[in-house]
């Protein structure tokens, strides 16, 4: 045996000494994270079903702008779904299920996120605009001026959804940025074969 | 296999999945949430086994993936080159044991140093893989993983020098 094998075998050893974590205590975080993953499912499809009711809603309290107004936005979230589902062509499973073939695939993710997020962006400064234009009306000072309920609707509205909105474009921004740096990182890696490339 | 199936892989192959995210992660908080999502990601990946390579391997490729998305999700770059100060070095005397165990937290240092791909390589053949297996796991030729087996021995040999 070379001293080159003696250390690998000896490196190999001590590698293998390392302690483990604990199984039972390691069943339970998963078990813990598992159920996190279910609940946040059931929050989004708690949050789409009251966005479709409200919607609906709109057809009963609201007048002819509004109810179009309802009726465009469950086109819309359907549009939105299907260009989600467009987007994410190919980033559900990998060519293979080695490690570059599961690399590529993220890769492909990230780049799909970066998609989604510009749909997002642009989808919202697109309804904020068409809100608008279809609150003109309402928006007009001699309109509520008058109107105490509606200024009070009109305020509530502009507190809640403005830091919305701009979480929203901030949460956007950060997240294209974090990607494309990602993609840049990995495209490096994958270019060269990773093979024994710089990629920390 | 949905439930028992993947408790008894998990206690199986804990101590796997713990020395694969040593060589990703050397934080021990942040050690133990990747370790965490190593093993979720393999309870969504052990329907997809068909028992066409080793469990085993199949554990040690799915936690890689994890693994190497977890380094390349970091913004920062790691640092490269040289071993953490904070890793002490090992001592002569009559204390074996912390020897052995300083000895080892080197060794997982310097294997954290090495760039991802002789990293991945260096510790499936650590875990006793054949070269054949870890060039199935990585996607790789096997000519390329005698390459970059060759280099992570240059690369360790370099970092721990004599103290092997």
Redesign the interface.
Known sequence: MTS?DS??T???Q??????????SR??R??AR??WR?RAMVAVEALGTCVAFVQCLRMYDIASWRWRAWGGLMLLFVLAMQALYLHIRRGTWRAS????????AL?LRRAQAGIRLARLNLWSTVALAAFTLLVAWPELEPGRWEADPRLRLTLLMQFVVNTPLIVALVAVCAWYIR?QK??IA??RT?LAS???????? | MRHDGFDALLREHAGLLSRIAASYEADPALRDDLLQDMSLALWRALPAWRGEAPLRAFVARVAHNRGATHVLGQMRRPAGGELDDQVPEPRDGPEGHAENEQRRMRLQAAVRVLPLALRQAVTLAFEGFSHAEIADTLGVTAGSVSVRLHRAKAALKALLGEQT
């Open positions: 080159h250390d690998w000896q490196w190999g001590l590698w293998r000494e390392q302690p483990a974590a604990d199984p390691l069943l975080q998963v994270k598992r993953m293979g299920s080695d490690v570059h073939s599961l690399l993220t974090r740096a990602r990182r990995m890696w074969g990773h093979d024994g490339g710089e990629m920390g």
